[in-house]
């Protein structure tokens, strides 16, 4: 074999190993500790944020109504396409005042570096009453399921896309913490091929259409001291998700529900992991 076609063997093995270990199922724990005054400072920093350009808007169909803000990239060139982004609120954010359900993980796209960098739509809809439900299954593992205006979110999530026909639809991300953690898992199991990825933060997990998930790309992020959204939720939906190769589980080991989302607001890494996953 000549040294030259050798050569080009290695490198495709490489390519090959490296693609496959980037993608491959990953289970971490970080020993992060968040004190009270970074926790004051990093919401200190967010809410001093202008949301004036969150633009408020409203969906309705039948007798559902979502009040929802909608951000639009920086420079929104028409012949570019721009990743979407669906946030969800918590439990402590609901009602219609189409303000409120702009909590942290909503915010951390008008951070200028952030803004600038990752360039993208974002849709934070508020719901006037509880988007995801909870109740123990027969092992009395605590699970959740959508409301009926869950389902009314995929129409008004289409109506954008046409309204802004640069949406890349082959990049569609849900994200959200607590309830809307739960939330962001109830609408990736009732329409997986719709998206690209999903981040669920202190989530009540949703196993209802395990089989369809076993590809699709989520990261699970859960802290190990959580007593109000059991941490083992989270935990059995990595297990049952063995197969997945597209599958994060960080477990923050110190954290509990109400400190969990700090270490990322300040950061890139939920938009650089997210703007990194496509259809």
């Known amino acids: 074999m000549h040294k030259r076609n050798l050569k080009q063997i290695l490198a495709i093995l490489f390519l090959t190993l490296t693609a496959s270990f980037a993608f491959a199922q990953k289970k971490e724990f970080r020993e992060t500790t968040v004190d009270s005054l970074t926790f004051v400072n990093n919401r200190k920093t967010l809410n001093s944020l202008n949301t004036d350009v969150f633009v408020k808007k409203i969906f309705t169909k039948e007798n559902i109504q979502i009040p929802y803000r909608l951000l639009t990239p920086k420079n929104n060139i028409d012949n570019q396409k721009y990743p979407l982004v669906i946030t969800f609120h918590n439990s402590t954010r609901i009602g219609n005042d189409n303000e409120n359900q702009l909590e942290p993980f909503a915010k951390i796209w008008l951070r200028p570096e952030i803004y600038n960098k990752y360039q993208c739509y974002v849709i934070a809809p508020q719901f006037s009453t509880r ?5 123990k299954n027969r092992e009395g593992i605590q699970i959740s399921t959508p409301s009926k205006d869950v389902f009314a979110l995929l129409e008004l999530i289409q109506n954008v896309e046409k309204e802004y ?14 309830m809307g953690g739960s939330t962001a898992q109830n609408v990736l199991n009732s329409a997986p091929d719709k998206f690209a990825a999903a981040v669920s933060v202190a989530a009540v997990p949703d196993f209802s259409n395990l089989k369809k998930l076993s590809k699709k790309s989520i990261w699970l992020i859960h802290g190990g001291k959580d007593d109000e959204n059991p941490y083992i939720g989270s935990l059995e939906l990595f297990n049952k998700l063995s197969s997945n190769k597209n599958l994060t589980f960080t477990t923050l080991s110190n954290l509990n529900h109400n400190n969990i989302v700090i270490p990322f607001l300040l950061t890139e890494e939920i938009p650089k992991w997210l703007f990194e996953r496509h259809k």
């Open 131 to 135: 988007s995801s439900n909870y109740e």
């Open 165 to 178: 026909p640069n949406i890349d639809k082959n990049r569609i991300y849900l994200i959200g913490y607590s």
